[in-house]
């Protein structure tokens, strides 16, 4: 895709109308946002935004960006683990960033985490003044993509991480298809009855079912100039926590934490192979007692 072309869930043809619709349209549903998000999840959300702020290590004392902050879950999860840090909560969306101010910025938070409206494509903020950087769900609703990731290479300090949570594409099968009918009938209907908005669980449907699968979307992050890119699935792989550090200095911490977490996931993958041969060996054993 071009930078001139726009492929947009929501119908826009240029990205500044894009951009509108979808903050008109999280704008709507603000009230009812965080329910959903629960009942849509399970839950698992939380531990979701959970492992998002784990990944993001910045040092004692630096500020994270989080961007796309909605109403400020993936802030208060990150000031919770990083509590000698400061937080700019920053949303396309002023309704929902006043929504979760009113409910969550209380018991000193709000002398830790600033909510400030911002177009994630134009981010207020100097070079190389940010710790680490996150984005939950919110990569998919900026287009072009290209300038949300030249941002967020601009701001972070050179060693720090970006980290994206964000659902995987809706294109693959999961769960023998259950997910996908899920998304296609479940999810829009359920959204539609609670929050009175059909136009935007469907939205939210279309657009993960042509959002790009994960290395691809790793792809984009290492064409931006990250490194050390990484990703991790969750629940089948229907969301991914996306991985990449800006080139330069490095602290022994932060390189301590990435070889530990390359390592684990090695772990996984060997014990997996490992699963499969057993379970392979085990049907021929299986097979041949069963021919005599």
């Not at 209380?106 to 984005?135: H, S, W, Y």
């Not at 609703?141 to 300038?147: F, Q, V």
């Not at 259950?178 to 829009?188: A, H, I, S, T």
């Not at 926590?241 to 080139?247: D, Q, R, T, W």
């Amino acid at each position: 895709m071009t930078r001139s072309e726009v492929r947009s869930a929501t119908g826009a043809t240029t990205h500044d109308e894009h951009g509108k619709r979808v903050s008109d349209m999280f704008g709507r549903i603000a009230g009812w946002y965080d329910f959903l998000n629960h009942a849509l999840s399970g839950c698992q959300d939380i531990y979701w935004r959970y492992r998002l702020a784990k990944a993001a290590r910045p040092a004692p004392g630096e500020t994270v960006l989080d961007l796309a902050a909605g109403t400020m879950d993936v802030s208060v999860e990150l000031l919770r683990q990083y509590p000698q840090s400061s937080i700019a909560a920053l949303d396309f969306s002023l309704p929902m960033l006043e929504n979760g101010k009113a409910k969550k910025l209380k018991d000193g938070r709000e002398k830790k985490i600033f909510p400030v409206q911002a177009d994630g494509r134009a981010l207020p903020l100097p070079d190389n003044c940010m710790g680490a950087a996150t984005i939950a769900f919110g990569i998919r609703n900026i287009l072009p993509r290209e300038d949300a990731y030249s941002e967020f290479f601009r701001v972070l300090k050179p060693g720090a991480r970006l980290c994206i949570l964000e659902f995987g594409t809706g294109s693959k099968r999961v769960w023998k298809g259950f997910y996908n009918f899920y998304l296609d009938k479940l999810l829009p209907f359920i959204g539609d009855r609670i929050s009175g908005d059909p136009g935007a669980y469907r939205y939210l449907a279309e657009s993960i079912k042509t959002f790009p699968d994960e290395r691809s979307l790793a792809e984009e992050m290492m064409q931006a100039g990250f490194a050390r890119v990484y990703h991790v699935p969750m629940m089948s792989g229907i969301v991914y926590l996306h991985v990449g550090e800006k080139p330069g200095q490095v602290s022994s911490a932060a390189e301590d934490a990435f070889g530990s977490e390359q390592r684990t996931l090695e772990k996984k993958k060997a014990a997996g192979s490992a699963a499969k041969k057993s379970a392979g060996k085990g049907a021929k054993k299986r097979s041949r007692t069963a021919g005599k």
